[in-house]
C-alpha cells in the first residue's frame, strides 16, 4: 500500500493496486476473509489509519517502518476521467512483498493469492509460494502483470510462469503490449478474442486449465479458457453503460478492483470463474465513482444486523441489476457474446 499524490487541488489518496483489489474483495466478504500487509511508516497519517480500519481492521496486517517513511508515489493523468497515466514515480523507496512474507503471521498459506508484478519477478514470488507455505499449499493464483513491463521483451519470461498461473489478467492495451499486436484494433472484440486465444496456446494453468481475463474498460471484459480442449470465451459488460458517464469519476483503481471482485466472487461460487466475473465488474463499478476508494458505511437493519452499504448501494442489488441485464441481452452463462 502507498499513497499517491495527485493534483495540489486534490487530497492525497491511499494507493496501490494490492489496496484497490483487497477492497474490491471486501464489498463482497467479510474483513477477516481477506488479508493485506501494510508497511506503516513513522508519518503513516492517522486519517489513512481511520480510513483502513473502517473498512475492518482485521484485514489488515501492519508491520511498523520505525527507519522508514510511508511508501509515497505520484501518479500523473491525462485524459478527462485521468483514463491515461502518464507518469508513475515512487517519492519514497518501495518495499516489495513476497509470500514469504506472510510466513509466521495470521495470513499464512491462504487460500489465494492476487500480484501485480513483472513476469520475471512472478516466478521468484511462485517460488515462494511454494517454498514458504504449509505443507502441500498450493494458492489459486490470479496474476495481474505489471503495465510498464507489458513489452514483447517480456513474452519469453511470461510463457514461463504460465503453466503456473490460474488466471492471467491483462488489461487490453497490456495484453496487446506483451503480444506486439497493433493498438489500432483495441476495441474492435475479435482483436481482444484473438489475443486472449493466444495466451490460452502458450498454456495457462495446469495442464492449460486455467483461464486468461482481458479486462476492457467500457467494453467489459472478455474471458476464456482452453479447459476442455477448445477455446470458450465470454463477454461481460462493463457495469457502468454509456447513460451513466456522470457515475464515471476516476477510473484509477478499477482494474484490481476488478481482480479483488473476483477472487472475492470465486469464494461465493465455487470457483465458477464465469460467474465470478459478475462480482468482479460490480467491484471496478463501484471503484470509479469517485477519486479514491468507494466508501462503505454499516446501517441498522430490522433484524438489528448491521448492513453494509457501499456508495450508497447494497452490492447485491447491483449484481442482481448486472445478471438481469445479461440474462436479457444474451446467454452469458455459455460461449455468446454479452453485449
Not at 513513522?42 to 481511520?50: E, M, R, Y
Not at 517480456?154 to 492471467?168: F, M, S, T
Not at 437493519?301 to 449484481?319: K, Q
Request: overall charge negative; glycine content about 10%; charged content about 20%.
Amino acid at each position: 500500500m502507498g499513497i499517491l499524490l495527485g493534483r495540489p487541488s486534490q487530497l492525497r489518496q491511499i494507493g496501490g493496486g494490492g489496496t484497490y483489489a483487497a477492497i474490491g474483495a471486501r464489498i463482497w466478504l467479510p474483513a477477516l476473509a481477506i488479508g493485506q500487509i501494510i508497511d506503516r511508516g513513522t508519518d503513516f497519517p492517522l486519517v489513512v489509519q481511520k480510513e483502513l480500519d473502517h473498512y475492518g481492521v482485521e484485514m489488515w496486517h501492519f508491520r511498523d517502518q520505525p527507519h522508514n517513511q510511508t511508501t509515497k508515489a505520484v501518479n500523473r493523468y491525462t485524459g478527462e476521467l485521468r483514463e491515461y497515466a502518464s507518469c508513475f514515480e515512487y517519492l519514497t523507496p518501495r518495499i516489495r512483498i513476497t509470500p514469504k512474507d506472510l510466513f509466521d503471521t495470521p495470513l499464512e498459506s491462504p487460500r489465494q493469492i492476487h500480484f501485480v508484478c513483472s513476469p520475471t519477478r512472478a516466478s521468484q514470488i511462485l517460488h515462494d509460494a511454494h517454498m514458504y507455505g504449509v505443507n502441500d499449499w498450493t494458492p489459486f493464483t490470479i496474476y495481474e502483470p505489471i503495465p510498464f513491463r507489458c513489452v514483447p521483451e517480456e513474452l519469453p519470461a511470461l510463457k514461463q510462469v504460465l503453466g503456473q498461473i490460474n488466471i492471467l489478467s491483462p488489461n487490453a492495451e497490456e495484453a496487446l503490449g506483451l503480444l506486439s499486436v497493433d493498438k489500432a484494433g483495441i476495441e474492435d472484440p475479435s482483436v481482444i478474442e484473438r489475443a486472449a486465444a493466444q495466451f490460452l496456446s502458450f498454456g495457462v494453468g495446469r495442464g492449460g486449465s486455467g483461464y486468461v481475463i482481458i479486462r476492457c474498460g467500457a467494453m467489459g471484459a472478455y474471458g476464456a479458457t482452453l479447459a476442455t480442449g477448445e477455446v470458450e470465451g465470454w463477454w461481460m459488460p462493463a457495469y457502468w453503460t454509456q447513460g451513466d458517464e456522470s457515475a464515471v469519476v476516476d477510473v484509477t483503481g478499477a482494474g484490481n478492483a476488478f481482480l479483488g471482485g473476483l477472487s472475492a466472487g470465486l469464494c461465493l461460487t465455487n470457483g465458477d470463474v464465469r460467474k465470478a466475473t459478475l462480482y468482479a465488474t460490480v467491484s471496478a463499478g463501484y471503484t470509479i465513482q469517485q477519486l479514491g476508494l468507494p466508501r462503505v458505511e454499516y446501517r441498522q437493519s430490522n433484524s438489528a444486523d448491521l448492513v453494509e452499504f457501499w456508495n450508497g448501494d447494497r452490492p447485491r442489488d447491483r449484481l442482481e441489476l448486472l445478471e438481469r441485464r445479461c440474462a436479457q441481452a444474451s446467454k452469458w452463462l455459455g460461449i455468446l457474446r454479452c453485449q
